[in-house]
């Protein structure tokens, strides 16, 4: 069983910068590719960025590309999500996931082996 937990969600303004942390421990989570996911109010959860275990896989939403950057730290199980230029819509609750298959599989939510509980990312104009 794999354990996630996020870190680093708070408030931020308008072009602002903000960095998430996810920490995975248990079972075989260094294998896994992992990433985020978020859910604004209102909306189903979507597809933000992934990354293999081996780091040579990188995936982002269209809607991030060229303002966040996920990363990872495979001696201590940690991935990252570095945001950038936020923007209103860029707020929602941010979930860490992790699964073999994650990029395969970032839009089919229901299949996604392991999720973390959220951090909430509020950006106000």
């Known amino acids: 069983q794999v354990q996630l937990v996020e870190s680093g969600g708070g408030l931020v303004q308008v072009g602002g910068s903000l960095r998430l942390s996810c920490a995975a421990s248990g079972g075989t989570a260094s294998g896994y590719t992992m990433g985020w996911f978020r859910q604004a109010p209102g909306k189903e959860r979507s597809f933000v960025a992934a990354i293999s275990a081996s780091r040579t896989k990188i995936e982002y939403a269209d809607s991030v590309k060229g303002r966040f950057t996920i990363s990872r730290d495979s001696a201590q199980n940690t991935v990252h999500l570095q945001m950038d230029s936020l923007k209103p819509e860029d707020t929602a609750v941010y979930y860490c996931?992790?699964?073999?298959?994650?990029?395969?599989?970032?839009?089919?939510?229901?299949?996604?082996?392991?999720w973390g509980k959220g951090t909430l990312v509020t950006v106000s104009s």
């Open positions: 996931a992790a699964d073999p298959a994650l990029i395969t599989n970032r839009a089919r939510t229901g299949v996604v082996d392991y």
